[in-house]
C-alpha cells in the first residue's frame, strides 16, 4: 500500500483547508484510514479515523466540530475537510492505513502504511 498525501499550505486562522490521501494497494472493508499530525517538539497525534468499509468516523477530542474525515472508495481517496483552524493546528500531517482492529486505530502503532507529511501552518 501506498498513500500520497497532499493539500496543505499556509491558511489564516479561520480558514479552510481540505487534505487528500490518494491510497494506492489493496484496501480491505475491515481496514482503517487515519489523520495524523506533528508539530514541531511534539509526539505524532490522533486526528481522525475512519473504517474503510463502514464509513464511520472517530475524531479527536480538540477537532470534534471543526474537521470531517470522509473517504471516496471510486477514487481510493481519504479526505480531511478542516474548518475553522486554529494556529494550534499548526503542523505536519500524515495518512496512515491500519489492517488492524478498530480499537488501534487511535494510536500511531495500529498503522502499517505512512504517506509523506504535508505541511499545514494556520498563521495570520
Known amino acids: 500500500v501506498q498513500l500520497q498525501a497532499s493539500g496543505g499550505g499556509l491558511v489564516q486562522p479561520g480558514g479552510s483547508l481540505r487534505l487528500s490521501c490518494a491510497v494506492s494497494?489493496?484496501?480491505?472493508?475491515?481496514?482503517?484510514m487515519g489523520w495524523f499530525r506533528q508539530a514541531p517538539g511534539k509526539e505524532r497525534a490522533f486526528v481522525a479515523s475512519?473504517?474503510?468499509?463502514?464509513?464511520?468516523?472517530s475524531y479527536t477530542d480538540s477537532v470534534k466540530g471543526r474537521f470531517t474525515i470522509s473517504r471516496d472508495k471510486d477514487v481510493n481517496t481519504v479526505y480531511l475537510q478542516m474548518n475553522s483552524l486554529k494556529p494550534e493546528d499548526t503542523a505536519v500531517y500524515y495518512c496512515a492505513a491500519s489492517r488492524a482492529v478498530r480499537g488501534a486505530w487511535g494510536t500511531s502503532r495500529g498503522y502499517m502504511y505512512w504517506g509523506q507529511g504535508t505541511q499545514v501552518t494556520v498563521s495570520s
Open positions: 475512519i473504517g474503510w468499509g463502514d464509513n464511520r468516523p
Open positions: 494497494g489493496r484496501i480491505y472493508s475491515n481496514n482503517g
